[in-house]
């Protein structure tokens, strides 16, 4: 086949080319004697977690009382098994024309965390609710954060390091204050008020490591980057939220988020956006329910790239859904994401300088629900 006709529309002229059909030529290969798919140990990892937790937790007050609440704790035990190949290692046991000699680096870990929480409700009024809450909280690295594949480039002597078995969760303390206005049928107004302090989170890093590799033999100083658990910051804020029912089953919901997150010391927290909405328009009966949401979230720094942080710019995207009840226990479902063919777009530094531009198309679903 060839690449589709409109790749890279709009940005540059780019005519066609062919594009090999992979299983077919893996296919051929497979038929030739005497050919054997060579290892490719850096692409190759395992992550074996296992986890138990323990709670308890007493409710406080009542309705009847004007306020209710809860307190509780949580502690959760994490048993970590990770497995990767690293030319650095200091045992050797894979050999790949990809990576020279690697060996394999096993990770056995496990840690503790105990999670307190505590929330409040008041009834202000009738119609007005406050509600405070307080909690510690931990969010465990992903799998390929933790044992990732490990590529190398020998020609710029950059790489990115495979995974950090030694990463941390994400912990916090979160607290949240907020009042609830519900001041019609199916009406709703509410903002809230949060604060993190954040123990440790996970960001990326450039460090200098001396590695061996089929060109280079005698080793030499590669540029890596890979995940580290950052020193902790802050992220405090405001969500505004609105939910207002307009005529005959036509309504509209909207919500806000302003997130000023600081690492200590003043640094750039990965993946937080300092503004984010969306608003949706929905209608609603019986027999039709459909929504179209516009969402939207400010710059934020994705990581560090080839030794350089890389944002992604401004970003939104409108989707839609549509759910028509054909019988009481039959449903025909359609859903549509960008709509308004939005493109992502990663720069380093100023937004004049260009990393990566992503043109995923708008994508389309047709299904059915049946309700038992």
Known sequence: GTTPDDFLDGLIAFPPYSIADKDKVLATLATQGGRQFAFYPQASFSVKEKTEAVYAMAKLGGESQGWRGNIGVRAVHTDLNTLQYSPNALVANAVSPFCGTCGTVTVDRSYWDILPSANLTINAMPNLLIRASAAKTMTRPGYAQLAGA???SDLALTGSSGGNPYLDPTRAWQFNLAAEWYYGKQSLFSVNLFYLDIDSYITTTTTTQFLITQQHPAGANFQITGPINGKGGTNKGVEINWQQPIYGGFGLLANYTYADAKAAGGGVIDGNSKHTFNVTAYYENSLLSTRFAYTFRSKFRSGIDRSTPMWQADF??????????????????????????????????????????????RTFWVGGKVHF
């Open 316 to 361: 939104g995207t409108l989707d839609g859904s549509l759910t028509l009840n054909v019988t009481k226990y039959f449903a025909l479902t359609a859903d549509a994401q960008n709509l308004l063919n939005h493109k992502l777009y990663y720069f380093v530094g100023d937004p004049s300088i260009p990393r990566a531009y992503y043109n995923n198309g």
């Open 150 to 152: 490990f590529t190398v």
